[in-house]
């Protein structure tokens, strides 16, 4: 199957409520079609941001009157500081002072992208209740809006939209028509959220809900009682991986809970396990969970509760990759050919000279799930063994080798090549994978984040107190911020451009 996308973004009405002089100097660009945000803070030059650079519209700063003009032009703002202008996608966020007057606005381009769930189209309409997770801006909201046109106009059925900050449908009373024949109810705030989920399934009898953002226990348990009612419900939730969600005790009720059982001794010799294991409380809300690793790639784990129960025995899931190649094609690989990746050598993986068709590799003080996840997202042949004689190679960190074990000791004796990590992370690990393979197509996007993981980890740990990293351009640093602050430290941009920075810190 070809995909095939259009993309409808209604940029003039976001241009119209500019003021005259910043809207002049937007115009003026060339890649307007790429726009992400505008940016206005009193005191500073208005900021254009597209995706790989940022650009100041004007040489003088932003006055009081300037952001007044704006408001003046768009709705009113919620109690999440969100505000839209009518029938469009577009969303205009506010920054506050301490005595609630508005010093900032963020004014955020909206686009319907019509054919971006071509990808996992045949999974939607089996009418099975789907749960997407993914980092902010891979299009998780873009993709609830699709499913519900195609939903409500294609296959007819009735679709509610539950929209607490008009995210899916835009501002206004009349939801855009990006929605097809979905209809939406709106959240008056975002704690209520939960009541309007029930409230759509108790008033108006629909076939499909479609939640933005699952976040608190009580929107997890509304998942939950839709899900027993029988309605098919399709949602995102706080979180990148499956992993993620399983240990997050807020939302582990949407993967069925997580307990911990006591084994008799008998079953606990038969599974060869300890005697307290994690067992899973119930069944999921939902039948599926696709991860969206990028805008053209997604990991679909079917029958979740099976995978959960899995994953809780430590058995890393294998979900099923699907990928938009360069041509427009669906690509699909099967767990079995992820773990077969000697018959067909993946898009990112490339058989070159010197590099293993399949290796075999012993982890010493690395997490599995990590290194599985690793393997799965760079999908490269790698067979992972539970005894050192087997493998061909050896990883372990730094601070594993400095403990001299003795396991380590025997490798060296035997000669088997060691890989040393600098700390236990899915990024170190990978960046591992990546050298092992020759794999140089790394983003700057992906490095940027990979760094960011690391100095999360060495700060939440203690290691240091604070972090730079390297220069980065607004967009980057944007999503830098947005990781840093999922794992609830600070983060700050210093220095001037071509040098400015994120630096990352706990919370003095």
Known sequence: MQTKKEVTDNLDQLLQVLPPSIRKNLEAQRNLSDLIEVVLDLGREPEARFPDKFVYLENKYVFESDLEYVTARVSDFGKDNRAGIERTLHRISAVRNRQGKIIGLTCRVGRAIYGTIDIIRDIVEQGKSILLLGRPGVGKTTKLREVARVLSDELLQRVIIVDTSNEIAGDGDVPHPAIGHARRMQVASPELQHDVMIEAVENHMPQVVIVDEIGTALEAFAARTIAERGVQLIATAHGNTLDNLIVNPTL????????????????????????????????????????????????????????????????????????????????????????????????????????????????????????????????????????????????????????????????????????????????????????IFKITDTSEEEEALSETEEAIEEVVSGQVETLELRPRNAYIRRLQHQLIEEHGIQSESIGRDPYRRVRVYKEW
Do not use: W
């Not at 773990?339 to 290796?359: D, K």
């Not at 042949?381 to 025997?410: C, G, N, S």
């Not at 890989?419 to 990546?434: E, G």
């Open 252 to 435: 582990s009720d949407l993967v069925g809970g997580i307990q911990t059982v006591t084994l008799s001794d008998e079953e606990a010799k038969r599974r060869g396990s300890q005697k307290s294991v994690l067992e899973r409380k119930g069944p999921p809300a939902f039948d599926l969970l696709i991860e969206i690793m990028d805008k053209n790639k997604m990991a679909v784990h079917h029958d979740l509760a099976h995978v959960v129960d899995q994953f809780l025995r430590g058995v890393l899931p294998r979900p099923e990759i699907r990928v938009i190649t360069s041509d427009g094609l669906v690509e699909k690989i099967r767990p079995t050919e992820l773990e077969n990746a000697l018959t067909r050598q993946p898009e990112r993986y490339e058989a070159r000279e010197n590099v293993p068709a399949l290796l075999r590799l012993f982890p010493y003080g690395i997490s599995r799930n990590r290194l599985e996840r690793a393997i799965r997202e760079l999908r490269v042949p790698v067979q992972i063994t539970k005894f050192m004689d087997d493998a061909d190679m050896i990883i372990t960190t730094k601070a594993q080798q400095r403990r001299e074990p003795r396991v380590l000791h025997q490798a060296e004796e035997t000669g088997k090549p060691l890989h040393i990590l600098k700390s236990n992370t899915v990024s170190q690990i990978a960046s591992c994978l990546r050298e």
